[in-house]
């Protein structure tokens, strides 16, 4: 089903939040009010090439006469309002008082269906999202509440450290390589990230953090490689802090040891 998007909403905030009140372009009748909305505990939405996502909007609703419920949910890309999360009308509220209940909506994106839900390259659609609501009160109030919150969709990324060679003298150098590669929604598979700067860390044998030694740029195909000089056994692993469409992603650790 190509040409999927969602109605953009009128204006927009001016820096992204995970939570936030309703604001002025909703619209409706009685004094029910959206007064606090998070999405997904407040974190990023990462969305790999197979594994479906589920993740919770909650949405806090106040009214003088209690909450009744929501009657529409819907979230999509802040930018070109595409999008391919579904909402399956389930929903359940929580009584916080008798004017406030915090209702849940879940969220539903399966990967083997994102490049059918639009008419451009799926990929764009990774980035800053939006969410509009409807909710109704007991006594027949209701609010079209648009632009209630923002988070990030993102692409899920992989990366690799490997460790040449795995056991040296004291004072030698060995070579780190690795690739970084981030999830393709359109084939549903994953391609090396180029031109992206990944920090190389090490954790000395023994200690319980790792530090940042130099910072690689990615080469083609997302290929890492670097050489350093070993001054003690430890662990090496790469370091990628993500970008506003793609995940952070950090390496497993790969071990040297001293001759």
């Not at 209702?103 to 990929?123: F, G, K, L, Q, Y």
């Not at 590669?181 to 920090?199: C, I, M, P």
């Not at 080469?219 to 000089?229: E, F, I, R, S």
């Not at 790469?238 to 970008?243: D, E, L, M």
């Amino acid at each position: 089903m190509r040409g999927r998007t969602a109605s953009p909403a009128a204006g927009g905030a001016a820096a992204l939040v995970l939570t936030a009140a309703t604001g002025a372009h909703a619209e409706g009748r009685g004094d029910i009010r959206v007064v606090k909305t998070v999405v997904n505990g407040g974190g990023n939405v990462i969305v790999g090439t197979a594994k479906t996502i589920r993740y919770p909007i909650d949405i806090t609703i106040k009214d003088n006469s209690g909450v009744k419920g929501l009657t529409d949910v819907s979230t999509f890309n802040k930018t070109n309002a595409y999008t391919f999360a579904t909402w399956n009308d389930d929903s359940s509220c929580t009584k916080q008082s008798a004017t406030t209940s915090v209702c849940r909506a879940t969220m539903t994106i399966d990967p083997a269906w994102i490049a059918d839900s639009d008419d451009i390259d799926t990929n764009k659609v990774a980035g800053i999202w939006q969410v509009n609501a409807t909710v109704k009160a007991n006594d027949g109030d209701y609010w079209i509440s648009d632009h209630i919150a923002e988070y990030k969709v993102k692409r899920a990324a992989q990366l690799t450290t490997v460790i040449t060679p795995e056991k040296v003298a004291k004072g030698a150098k060995v070579t780190v390589t690795g690739k970084l590669s981030r999830a393709n929604w359109e084939d549903l598979k994953y391609h090396g990230f180029t031109g992206q700067q990944v920090k190389l860390q090490f954790r000395k044998k023994g200690a319980a953090h790792y530090t940042t030694v130099k910072t690689v740029t990615t080469g083609d195909a997302g290929k890492l490689t670097t050489n350093v000089t070993v001054t003690s056994a430890g662990s090496w692993r790469w370091y990628f802090p993500g970008t506003t469409t793609t995940s952070l992603k950090v390496s497993a650790g790969d071990a040297l040891n001293l001759k």
